[in-house]
């Protein structure tokens, strides 16, 4: 009779919670990651790549949690950050805290310590689920190793639930070293893809989109507004269509730039002083009335304007308490909008006296300022190499690039001078004005989209926050170009007056010097890649041709003169 009992005691295939979680996020959609690793989360990331998830490896967490939020907002599916335990999770709050700021959809994962150590002063210990709590739309702790597929679909489904956020997925690293058969692991996950459901439509009443547009119809100087919500819910075809049904200016947010080319004949950024300064009706669309639109209050609008809000969440609309609220996704809002105002067309035609006078105010201040952009100043004022960067950039064929500013000086004036033809080809520093998301985007942007060319354009102090990921670059050799307006410290050289410059450190620099013509472009060069430095427009000119052509990791140093900009970041046009 033959012996059964080996073949008996052998266990059944099993995988541990790494394995488990990378299943999860793969086949729940996941394609890209980003993070930085170490214990307790190394070979989850490397079971990740093992399933065909890219997994990008950063030098700081703060850089990653950047690259996944606006990885969310590029793709609409949700970033991924890994990060260890303890600091990591603390270092990845930047990205979190980023993307509940900017409402994109992200996911923060962090290892954490063994369950039955917490409280016992662990290595890295921290009670992460609480850490971010402020910041978290969802947060999931997988007690066991059983749980995982769960609350990895949960955390996932929340982020783009609603208005967008971010979300948390705590593992322990005894779950995470926890076994369980791969029959038992492929159940569960089986389950949790036939479950998951699609989040209800919400209708909006008639009613709503009927006094929408008898508010536009009726309106004198009409004005619609549109932001980054726009353009995350993809709702450039239903606006270029209500603008050009309706002849109504429109206003983008600098994120929602390239939802229309910035080209239009109705675009109204040269004139948006007088436009929301005048306007007596304003649909705002995928836009908060936060700072950035002065809160929709005088002086800086009229006191009698009526505000149509169109939002995605409810609790903004209630916050904001516009004249008219239609709590739902742009895209179908505004279609809805378009197919009532077809039935019975309204168009405000060119020789409307409120679109004459918008579109003779951008007239006017397009050349004020083309003039100032018109003279070759030297050594460089911010408007010089602004110029040349536009050309640039508008001279690249196919795709526009994506490009991404940060800084004060050189984000406020590359807001104005340089033209997106494209929409979610943006970036900057967002809803909380956050300084060091460069090269995190820039990173997102070439994942997400590695058919474009990425232009960096930014502050040297901008620059310093990130700027050792530049060897990410290299390491992945992402087509990107990362420009940096050094002028020598934070919004320029040594600013202050004779009575500030005392007390016993008075022989140190001043707290917004950096040193002086820092040669930014080595650092890459130690990596491998190609670094420019630049006084003259000629000399930028000639580096901007080769390295947008070679579409290679480059950084192009550009020498600005210290006194050309100022602290509130609005120039002060001396030349």
Not at 104 to 123: E, H, K, L, N, T
Not at 125 to 148: G, H, N, P, T, Y
Request: with cysteine; proline share 6%; net charge neutral.
């Amino acid at each position: 009779m033959a012996d059964n009992s080996a073949a008996e005691a052998t266990p059944p295939p099993s995988i541990d919670g790494n394995t488990l979680v990378a299943k999860s996020l793969a086949r729940l959609g996941v394609t890209h990651m980003f993070g930085v690793v170490g214990i307790p989360v190394t070979s989850l990331a490397s079971r990740a790549m093992a399933l065909g998830i890219r997994f990008i490896a950063f030098h700081n967490e703060q850089s990653a949690g950047y690259a996944a939020s606006a990885y969310g907002y590029l793709t609409g599916r949700p970033g991924i950050l890994l990060t260890v335990s303890g600091p990591g999770c603390v270092h990845g709050l930047a990205g979190l805290s980023n993307a509940w700021a900017n409402t994109w959809p992200m996911v923060m994962i962090s290892g954490s310590c063994d369950q039955r150590d917490a409280g016992r002063g662990d290595f890295q210990e921290l009670d992460q689920v609480e850490a971010v709590k402020a910041f978290s739309k969802l947060s999931e702790k997988a007690k066991d190793v059983r749980e995982i597929p769960d609350c990895v679909a949960r955390v996932l489904d929340r982020a783009i639930a609603g208005r967008p956020g971010g979300c948390y997925l705590d593992l322990p690293s005894d779950v995470l070293r926890q076994k369980i058969s791969e029959s038992v692991a492929e159940n569960l996950v089986a389950d949790v893809e036939k479950s998951r459901k699609r989040e209800p439509i919400r209708e909006t009443p008639r009613s709503e989109i009927e006094s929408a547009v008898s508010l536009l119809r009726k309106a004198e100087r009409p004005l619609i507004v549109f932001g980054k919500g726009a353009a995350y819910s993809r709702a450039e075809d239903e606006l270029k269509k209500l603008v050009e049904l309706t002849g109504i200016p429109f206003l983008p947010t600098p994120m929602g730039k390239g939802l229309l080319p910035d080209s239009h004949e109705l675009s109204a950024t040269a004139a948006r002083s007088l436009a929301i300064g005048k306007c007596d009706v304003a649909l705002v669309v995928g836009a908060r009335l936060n700072w950035l639109l002065h809160f929709g209050e005088s002086p800086k609008w009229s006191k009698e304007v009526k505000f149509i809000l169109v939002d995605v969440s409810e609790e903004e609309i209630e916050l904001r308490k516009p004249h008219l609220g239609i709590a739902g996704d742009a895209k179908r809002v505004i279609g809805l909008l378009n197919r009532e105002i077809k039935d019975d067309p309204f168009c405000l035609g060119k020789t409307n006296p409120w679109v004459d006078s918008i579109s003779k105010k951008a007239k006017e201040n397009g050349e004020k300022m083309e003039a100032q952009l018109g003279k070759d100043v030297v050594p460089f004022n911010f408007l010089t190499p602004m110029r040349i960067i536009r050309d640039a950039i508008s001279a690249v064929e196919g795709k526009s690039p994506v490009v991404v500013s940060e800084g004060a000086n050189t984000m406020d004036v590359g807001r104005s001078v340089l033209v997106q033809k494209e929409p979610r080809t943006r970036l900057d520093a967002g809803t909380w004005g956050t300084m060091g998301v460069g090269l995190g985007y820039c990173i997102a942007a070439a994942v997400a989209s590695p058919d474009r060319l990425v232009v960096a354009v930014e502050g040297d102090s901008g620059f310093g926050f990130s700027a050792m990921e530049v060897e990410t670059l290299v390491r992945y050799n992402l087509a990107v170009v990362v420009i940096v307006f050094n002028n020598g410290g934070v919004y320029g050289g040594d600013r202050r007056s004779p009575e500030e410059i005392s007390g016993p450190h008075k022989e140190d620099p001043a707290p917004t010097s950096f040193v002086p013509n820092a040669g930014y472009h080595k650092l890459i060069e130690a990596f491998g890649g190609k670094g420019y430095v630049v006084e003259t427009p000629d000399e930028l000119k000639s580096a901007l041709s080769e390295s947008f052509a070679a579409r290679k990791p480059a950084v192009v140093n550009v020498i600005v003169d210290p006194f050309a900009g100022a602290e509130s970041g609005r120039l002060q046009h001396k030349n």
